[in-house]
């Protein structure tokens, strides 16, 4: 059991990048945290149970939420 923080930067789903991301992980049961920081990125913090199936799970859900271009 280990809490996981995140950093997302660059080109996200627009101003709905947190957002997406919190209604994400709550639907998929992680507890934690998401955030806008001053320079522009986004935290996640999110505790991790069962590493080898929910840290995938986790890192997907913040992918979702970036186009790559």
Known sequence: MVWYRFISYGKVQHVYYRKFIS????????NGYVRNLDDGTVETVVFIIDEENDLPRAMKILKEGVTYE
């Open 23 to 30: 209604g994400a992980m709550m639907r998929a049961g992680f």
